[in-house]
């Protein structure tokens, strides 16, 4: 198993400003995830962060917007940039090993864009 | 496109109550995942799923392959067990999500 630390927990923040969202795992893993759920919404993936190069992203997420970064096999950051109202949301960091069949999530952060 | 349907959408239940929910999936999958996600927004996975079925403590899940259906039975429902339950399928490097059912269990 993996246990999975972000920080922060949670944000206020004002519309035009970025956050930086950092992902800690405690174990090497093999695949990192940034997901978002929006208010009263299931999750959907972002991106899958990818060890030393860009990250992939996915249809309707543009690296502009939510810049990823994973130096190592235990780190991930994703900041949300330019930040509007829209992007309130709770952002979760996941993690797997292997095939991915086990996804570890961590507590996520839930920001809020005034 | 691979539909992850679920449900029901919002279930509430009497304390000791038997609880199930159900999800759908359109595609074939390698897993199917069963996530607890409480108010804070912390997401605990349950169970992974590829075959049969699985029990821990009072929560059981079940799948059936041929008709792309699982299912999550809580038994002895408490009131601790409020929470939104996702199903995911699993795909070959990411997940697709159901919308959630969100259950009450009232004391």
């Known amino acids: 198993s993996a246990v999975i630390s972000q920080k922060p927990s949670r944000d206020i923040c004002q519309r035009g400003t970025s956050l930086t969202i950092q992902c800690q795992v405690d174990?090497?893993?093999?695949?990192m995830f940034w997901y978002r759920q929006q208010p009263g919404q299931s999750l959907t993936l972002i991106a899958t962060?990818?060890?030393?190069?860009?990250?992939?992203?996915e249809s309707g997420f543009v690296i502009d917007k939510f810049p990823i970064s994973r130096p190592n096999l235990t780190f991930s950051t994703l900041t949300v940039s330019n930040m509007s109202p829209e992007d309130s949301s709770i952002y979760l960091c996941?993690?797997?090993?292997?095939?991915?069949?086990?996804?570890?999530f961590g507590p996520g952060t839930r920001l809020t864009v005034l | 496109k691979n539909e992850v349907e679920q449900s029901p959408q919002n279930l509430t239940a009497q304390e000791g109550e038997f609880i199930t929910i159900n999800c759908s999936y359109s595609?074939?999958?390698?897993?199917l995942h069963w996530l607890q996600q409480h108010p804070g927004g912390g997401i605990v996975s349950l169970f992974m799923?590829?075959?049969g079925k699985k029990k821990h403590g009072r929560l059981i899940a079940t799948i059936n392959i041929q008709e792309k259906h699982s299912s999550l039975h809580i038994t002895a429902s408490h009131p601790r067990d409020s929470a939104v339950y996702i199903c995911?399928?699993?795909?070959?490097?990411?997940?697709?999500f159901g919308a959630g059912t969100r259950l009450t269990v009232k004391p």
């Open positions: 995911a399928d699993n795909g070959h490097n990411d997940m697709r």
């Open positions: 595609v074939g999958i390698s897993a």
């Open positions: 996941s993690a797997a090993s292997g095939t991915g069949d086990t996804q570890y």
């Open positions: 962060a990818n060890q030393g190069s860009e990250a992939t992203y």
């Open positions: 174990s090497q893993v093999t695949m």
């Open positions: 799923l590829s075959s």
